[in-house]
């Protein structure tokens, strides 16, 4: 989250949406009230959802559904090389920002409740 705090970008942990919680929602820097992407760790919720099937198939049709962009973040890849990993974040972030957004409404209602990825 610093290092995207960083680089420009307002971050909100833990955004709830439709039932579920998005672990770091990076706000679009040019779309008052607009968010650019929804972050995924793998960290304890991603661990404590009740099987593979909810927690990966249908919690990101859900959230895309509602116009999200979700991008996932393995710990694994983020541990072994954080700086190639961060790269590809910021190129997928750039890459959304010139994208303009769709006519939908906005994502749902949000409630913020930890200031940590996945914890």
């Known amino acids: 989250m610093e290092l995207l705090q960083e680089a420009g970008y307002e971050v909100v942990p833990q955004l709830g949406v439709a039932g579920y ?3 770091l929602a990076v706000r679009h820097p040019e779309q ?3 968010f ?3 972050i995924e760790c ?3 919720t991603y661990h404590s959802a009740r099987s593979v099937r909810d927690r ?3 919690r990101q049709e859900v959230l ?3 116009k999200w962009n979700i991008y996932r973040i393995w ?3 983020w541990f072994r090389n954080p700086r190639a990993e961060f790269q590809k974040l910021t190129a997928t972030l750039e890459s959304l920002r010139g994208k303009p957004r769709p006519s939908d409404p906005k994502p749902g209602p949000a409630v913020q409740i ?3 990825c996945g914890n």
């Open 75 to 77: 710990s694994t890849d």
């Open 36 to 38: 650019l992407l929804g």
């Open 64 to 66: 895309e559904r509602l």
């Open 21 to 23: 919680f998005i672990d």
């Open 32 to 34: 008052n009230g607009a």
């Open 114 to 116: 930890s200031p940590h």
């Open 42 to 44: 793998d960290g304890a």
């Open 56 to 58: 990966d198939r249908l």
